[in-house]
């Protein structure tokens, strides 16, 4: 009887992992142009909300710390829209972390995150590698 069970039972496909999925996702170009197009406003979202939760802040808190709105910092974890150079400075300042943004030519395949910037959260695309990461 179990045989027949599991003969029935629909199989499960093996798990993917992140970097399979995106890969996979990648060669959608609409996907990949709106993926491109957030990296910044993403690895800024992961910051905030990575600093907000380990030092037990609201939103609220967080914003009076950083001398913003409530709203402005969720619209910043929300990651849909990248920050402006005075934003940035300002969350360096405040949060007492360090972005890193490397620019360079487009190549053929997604860049290779450098191993000296992967020791915070790091992002690449084929043009971009974005580190967040503290301040040495």
Known sequence: MNVILQAMAPSTPPMQTFDEWLEKDLAVPAFRAEWYRTVLARAISH????????H????????EQLGMSQTQISRL???DHTPNFETLLRLTSALGIEISL????????????????????C???DQVVISVRAAR
């Open 77 to 79: 974890e929300g990651g």
């Open 123 to 125: 992002d690449a695309t």
């Open 102 to 121: 490397t620019i360079g030519p487009k190549s053929a395949t997604r860049r290779e995150i450098p191993k000296a910037l992967q020791r915070g959260l």
């Open 47 to 54: 910051a905030i909300t990575r600093y907000r939760i380990e």
């Open 56 to 63: 037990e802040l609201s939103q609220t808190a967080l914003g």
